[in-house]
């Protein structure tokens, strides 16, 4: 960023991207109905930290293989497929921890990455719905 690029005008939000940080401020205030809740959650605790995070974070306050069968039921079958696969290792992990299997979720992260597209477009899908 330049000196004077303070002094740019910022381009207008359009109503999507409106639409998308109102969705936002509802998950944030613990508002956005299931099965919605749980996919943005998904979604930011991968962005943040990957499939470990999510599994480990929903373990303190849920149960995760209900959360997996709740937004499996949302996702494109790809993302679905990668989220029981990443779900199936972590099951393993977590009796015993390998890197064999760390580096299976790790992969598993990436096809999310590959795929995140498919969830934002989703939840804009809802957020124009809202």
């Known amino acids: 960023m330049g000196l004077f690029d ?13 639409r998308m940080e109102y969705l936002w401020n509802l998950w944030r ?7 919605y809740n749980t996919l943005m959650t998904y979604y930011k605790e991968i962005k943040k930290g990957g499939h ?11 149960e995760v293989q209900k959360a997996v069968e709740r937004i499996g039921a949302l ?10 696969t990443a779900y199936s290792h972590y099951v393993v992990l977590i009796n ?10 790790a992969e598993c992260d990436k096809v ?17 719905s809202l």
């Open 6 to 18: 303070v002094f740019k005008k910022k381009e207008p939000k359009t109503e999507e991207q409106e």
């Open 112 to 128: 999310f990455d590959e795929n995140e597209q498919l969830i934002l477009d989703m939840l804009q899908e809802y957020a124009n």
């Open 96 to 105: 015993e921890e390998n890197e064999e299997t760390e580096e299976k979720i």
């Open 75 to 84: 996702l494109p079958s790809v993302l679905c497929e990668n989220l029981n």
């Open 52 to 62: 470990t995070r999510f599994f480990i974070n929903i373990a303190f306050c849920g």
């Open 29 to 35: 205030l613990e508002e956005v109905p299931e099965p």
